[in-house]
């Protein structure tokens, strides 16, 4: 590996740790750095995975004052994401490297939905019901659930739907449900290394640098969380998202 493809990627890892911590969207930074690398996709998918876990580690450090006041409540939801996260990985798996190269364009848009219209879902279904009242705790599982499934197989978009769905399950405070997804996105984090580490698919050389930019983005954003526009920085994420869906299309469908 040359030196300017090692620093693209811990160049990436940093920004993608950022943009983790602060709006989501982090896979949209790493997965196509990984495909102009030469990766496979599904190589490149699985080492994106990988690669961002640190970062989430990270961000979900610099959230421990939240987390202490959530012990009790997360149980289940960490239940879901783990199971979630087994059934979407070993899915990948299955599918194999034909079908998910197939599934690329698809699945780039079907991220760029959630991405694009998590926040105005919500707006939505908050006008349709008093704030007051949570959605049934069963049915959010459920949709957790159905997201951790996605999450396994590719995962990206998922943070800010995952929001969405917390804050609808009555979450009011954003910090309080940024440190609750954190910890969820750890859990499936957790069930996808038992699946993809033996598997072979991934890419150490190219996930190390990636590691170190992760981490020290996750961290560091967060901690200056209240003074980064977080929605300028998403609907940066969404053009560029936009921009690599129709790419998808062109080269894979």
Same mark, same amino acid.
């Given at each position: 590996m040359d030196t #300017?493809?090692?620093?693209?990627?811990?160049?990436?890892g940093l920004v993608a740790g950022g943009v983790t911590a602060v709006a989501g969207g982090s896979s949209f930074m790493i997965f196509p750095i990984l495909i102009a690398a030469g990766l496979p996709p599904l190589v490149a998918n699985i080492t994106t995975w990988i690669a961002l876990i640190?970062?989430?580690?990270? #961000?979900?450090?610099?959230?421990?004052?939240?987390?202490?006041?959530?012990?009790?409540?997360?149980?289940?939801?960490?239940?879901?994401?783990?199971?979630g996260g087994i059934t979407g990985s070993l899915l990948l798996l299955w599918t194999g490297e034909a079908r998910f190269e197939r599934a690329v364009p698809w699945l780039m848009l079907? #991220?760029?939905?959630?991405?694009?219209?998590g926040e105005w879902v919500k707006r939505h279904l908050d006008r349709l019901r008093p704030p007051s009242q949570r959605l049934s705790k069963r049915w959010i599982l459920v949709f957790e659930f159905m997201?951790?499934?996605?999450?396994?197989?590719?995962?990206?978009?998922?943070?800010?739907?995952?929001?969405?769905?917390?804050?609808?399950a009555g979450e009011t405070?954003?910090?309080?449900?940024?440190?609750?997804?954190?910890?969820?996105?750890?859990?499936?984090?957790?069930?996808?290394c038992i699946v993809f580490l033996?598997?072979?698919?991934?890419?150490?050389?190219?996930?190390?640098?990636?590691?170190a930019g992760g981490s020290l983005g996750g961290y560091g954003a967060v901690r200056f969380i209240r003074r980064i526009p977080a929605t300028?920085?998403?609907?940066?994420?969404?053009?560029?998202?936009?921009?690599?869906?129709?790419y998808a299309f062109w080269k894979y469908g």
């Open positions: #300017a493809t090692l620093l693209l990627l811990f160049g990436g640190p970062g989430n580690f990270m #961000a979900l450090a610099a959230y421990r004052t939240e987390l202490r006041d959530m012990r009790d409540d997360v149980r289940l939801h960490l239940v879901v994401s783990f199971a079907t #991220a760029t939905l959630f991405f694009g219209l997201l951790m499934v996605y999450g396994g197989y590719f995962g990206a978009g998922l943070g800010i739907v995952l929001l969405a769905a917390l804050t609808m405070s954003i910090h309080r449900a940024n440190a609750k997804k954190n910890l969820m996105v750890v859990a499936l984090s957790a069930a996808g033996p598997s072979g698919q991934v890419s150490w050389p190219y996930a190390l640098p990636i590691f300028a920085v998403r609907n940066a994420v969404l053009a560029w998202a936009v921009v690599l869906t129709l």
